[in-house]
């Protein structure tokens, strides 16, 4: 993990680094989303993932946990809020989402994120946003929009809206009232420490969730092949991608961090293309050609 200790200028140059991995992490999210339907539940594996994710963090940040216990208790409402936002209702409604829609929209709807957290960080916040940022934002999401079409841009007339985008939009704000309470509600815990401090948060919301569902006739019982699920959810876009995220926002800030999210498609179609088998077309070219550029300046200072 990269170290507090660094200058200014070096940890930015880390940070900035970070941003194009957080994405590749998050990516393998769409392999198990795949693959989790009849082997695992969504509050099931959300809650999995997170207490996995959560115990290992707590011990590695036990003793600054312990040392300060007063001061979480004191703003303990912060941790359960950042858990349901960015552990429940980002990882389960996902999850739940994917069920009944399709993933153009899926890709469409998250595709907004970055814009509502730019334009929150800049009402709320008070961070600065420079014309190369909107270029580099525009950029972004007309490359964003171009993967998810297939370069068939008269395909946005066909999109068909169902119940499951309403989990997929509730998932999205949810996305970005996390990252922007972040910046509220500065902490003085190193990030690991604060990640497990919100995973505990996420894992009380999700308990009772996931006892409801453990409840119904219809959940296949645990296997081996959940339990992998689980524990790949937990550690590649769980921990690390998380972890990292919240590291890079605390230096570079929440709307240049935001930018990472736009480099979902991209990174999802070539994780497809590695693992499901799903081809690569020129349309993931030309958008690479906008995402990659547009990524870059929009996380500049």
Known sequence: MPDANHSPARAEHLARLALWLVPALWAVNYIIARRAPGVIEPYTLAFGRWLL???????????ELWAQRRALAAVWYQYVVLGFCGMLVCGAWVYLGAKTTA???????????????ALGALLWLGE?????????????????????????????????????DAWILAAMVA??????????????LSPTARLAA?????????LPCAVWEWQQPSTPALGWQALGLVTAAALAPGLAAYWLYGWAQKILGASRVAVTLYLGPLYA????????????????????????????????R
């Open 175 to 188: 996305w970005a009232l996390y990252a922007l309470l972040q910046k509220l509600w500065p902490s003085t």
């Open 198 to 206: 919100i995973c505990m948060g996420g894992v009380v919301v999700l």
């Open 269 to 300: 179609a070539v994780a497809a293309f590695a693992v499901l088998g799903e081809p690569l077309g020129w349309h993931h070219v030309a958008g690479a050609a906008l995402i990659l550029p547009g990524g870059y300046w929009g996380s500049k």
């Open 128 to 164: 600065r946003f420079r014309p190369q940022q909107v270029l580099g934002v525009v950029l972004a999401l007309a490359g964003v929009v171009h993967v998810i079409v297939k370069g068939q841009w008269l395909a946005l007339t066909q999109v068909q809206w169902v119940v499951g």
């Open 103 to 117: 993933a153009l929209n899926i890709a469409l709807i998250y595709s907004a994120s970055p814009v509502l957290i």
């Open 53 to 63: 994710a959560g115990l290992i963090l707590t011990a590695w940040a036990l003793q």
